[in-house]
């Protein structure tokens, strides 16, 4: 199992390189720019979330009657997860999602909310993955990334589900990236620092902890079939590479709107 793990490290390693040397953390001179990379990230972490839970339904008995379901070791990872991206805590010890520690995070710094939060109220309301793109005016790179996302979901094919969060998630915030979020914090303490919290509790748990129990999960779920180790490797590029995508997106924007700013000031 061990050499499969390794096989796929090699193999995305240089997609991870483009991930964690993107142009886009080059751009990010201050908290406007770092508004606009958070408004195409929190796609990001809201569907990271729905592929948690869904990996929770599919790996452990979530209806009633309750009755044993697959692997107890594989229950326990996930459940462990789960506990930790759904009810963490915030800066004041209260319990929250990760992706509600986000949505803080945008609300202190300034950043726009009202594109995410459409989407969601607009994808409860009709399940319509669409219509809720179309209401919220989300940027083509985000819409792409949740498609590809929830296509390996509606796959049903929980090996996929599970190399995707492995490899294709965590671990992906550079040293680069957390230096220059330090940088505007020294500046502006009081407008980002709900997501310096963020990105250090993401590291802390998410990178660490949490990493080691997805890779035994995925191991898990994989097992000796060379077929379902192969499908999980082409998924887990693909992620990647939706990953670049998003951020090209979040670069072009950061761009434009210096660009606009620039003309605007002549």
Same mark, same amino acid.
């Given at each position: 199992?061990?050499?499969?793990?390794?096989?796929?490290?090699?193999?995305?390693?240089?997609?991870?390189?483009?991930?964690?040397?993107?142009?886009?953390?080059?751009?990010?001179?201050?908290?406007?720019?770092?508004?606009?990379?958070?408004?195409?990230?929190?796609?990001?972490?809201?569907?990271?979330?729905?592929?948690?839970?869904?990996?929770?339904?599919?790996?452990?008995?979530?209806?009633?009657?309750?009755?044993?379901?697959?692997?107890?070791?594989?229950?326990?990872?996930?459940?462990?997860?789960?506990?930790?991206?759904?009810?963490?805590?915030?800066?004041?010890?209260?319990?929250?999602?990760?992706?509600?520690?986000?949505?803080?995070?945008?609300?202190?710094?300034?950043?726009?909310?009202?594109?995410?939060?459409?989407?969601?109220?607009?994808?409860?309301?009709?399940? *319509? +993955?669409?219509?809720?793109?179309?209401?919220?005016?989300?940027? %083509? /790179?985000?819409?792409?990334? @949740? $498609?590809?996302?929830? !296509?390996?979901?509606?796959?049903?094919?929980?090996?996929?589900?599970?190399?995707?969060?492995?490899?294709?998630?965590?671990?992906?915030i550079p040293g680069m990236f957390v230096s220059i979020v330090n940088d505007?914090?020294? *500046? +502006?303490?009081?407008?980002?620092?709900?997501?310096?919290?963020? %990105? /250090?509790?993401?590291?802390? @748990? $998410?990178?660490?902890? !949490?990493?080691?129990?997805?890779?035994?999960?995925?191991?898990?779920?994989?097992?000796?079939?060379?077929?379902?180790?192969?499908?999980?490797?082409?998924?887990?590029?693909?992620?990647?590479q939706k990953r670049i995508n998003l951020w090209d997106g979040a670069y072009?924007?950061?761009?434009?709107?210096?660009?606009?700013?620039?003309?605007?000031?002549?």
């Amino acid at each position: 199992m061990t050499e499969q793990i390794e096989k796929i490290r090699k193999t995305i390693e240089p997609l991870r390189q483009q991930i964690m040397n993107h142009k886009v953390y080059s751009v990010i001179k201050d908290i406007d720019d770092l508004k606009v990379f958070m408004q195409y990230h929190v796609y990001a972490v809201w569907d990271f979330m729905s592929l948690l839970k869904t990996l929770q339904n599919n790996l452990t008995c979530t209806t009633v009657p309750w009755f044993p379901k697959g692997s107890a070791d594989t229950r326990h990872l996930i459940n462990e997860i789960v506990v930790g991206e759904e009810s963490d805590i915030d800066l004041n010890g209260i319990r929250k999602s990760h992706f509600e520690l986000y949505i803080d995070a945008m609300k202190q710094c300034g950043a726009e909310t009202s594109q995410i939060e459409i989407f969601i109220e607009e994808l409860k309301k009709t399940r *319509n +993955f669409k219509a809720a793109f179309a209401s919220a005016q989300t940027p %083509l /790179e985000a819409k792409d990334f @949740v $498609d590809f996302t929830f !296509h390996i979901i509606d796959s049903d094919k929980y090996y996929l589900q599970s190399a995707i969060f492995t490899f294709g998630r965590e671990d992906l915030i550079p040293g680069m990236f957390v230096s220059i979020v330090n940088d505007i914090h020294s *500046n +502006f303490p009081d407008s980002i620092e709900i997501f310096k919290y963020y %990105l /250090e509790r993401h590291i802390e @748990v $998410d990178g660490d902890h !949490h990493s080691h129990l997805a890779l035994q999960m995925t191991a898990n779920l994989c097992g000796e079939n060379q077929a379902f180790w192969d499908q999980s490797e082409k998924a887990t590029i693909a992620s990647l590479q939706k990953r670049i995508n998003l951020w090209d997106g979040a670069y072009r924007e950061i761009l434009n709107r210096k660009t606009t700013a620039t003309s605007t000031i002549q």
